[in-house]
């Protein structure tokens, strides 16, 4: 079992910064993939980046690289997204998820956090 709490979702101006935080707590946290989703009004959650605790880190949408990226720190449980240059298409519910390493499926969510990005 992976318990997941997202915070760090605000409303800013285009052009700023926000770091999102992901807790995680889980006996073996080592064995999970935790991934950054979000989804926009209206559109489908799409997959932003996954962190393994080995440090890989994959980013899936074009639109990011760059400017998101995706940090840990195994000793406090936590998975960061850190994104700069923030656009008005930005403007989401950022997840945080977790799978197991040897799983395709993401099976634990977090509530959710929400960003708003003003142009």
């Known amino acids: 079992q992976v318990q997941l709490v997202e915070s760090g979702g605000e409303s800013v101006q285009a052009g700023a910064s926000l770091r999102l935080t992901c807790e995680a707590s889980?006996?073996?946290?080592?064995?999970?993939?935790v991934g950054w989703f979000r989804q926009a009004p209206g559109k489908e959650r799409e997959i932003v980046a996954a962190?393994?605790?080995?440090?890989?880190?994959?980013i899936y949408v074009d639109s990011v690289k760059g400017r998101f990226t995706v940090s840990g720190d195994y000793a406090k449980k936590t998975v960061y997204l850190q994104m700069n240059s923030l656009k008005a298409e930005d403007t989401a519910v950022y997840y945080c998820?977790?799978?197991?390493?040897?799983?395709?499926?993401?099976?634990?969510w977090g509530q959710g956090t929400q960003v708003t990005v003003s142009s």
């Open positions: 962190y393994n605790w080995s440090g890989g880190v994959t």
């Open positions: 998820a977790a799978r197991l390493f040897t799983s395709g499926d993401y099976d634990y």
């Open positions: 889980a006996r073996t946290l080592s064995t999970f993939v």
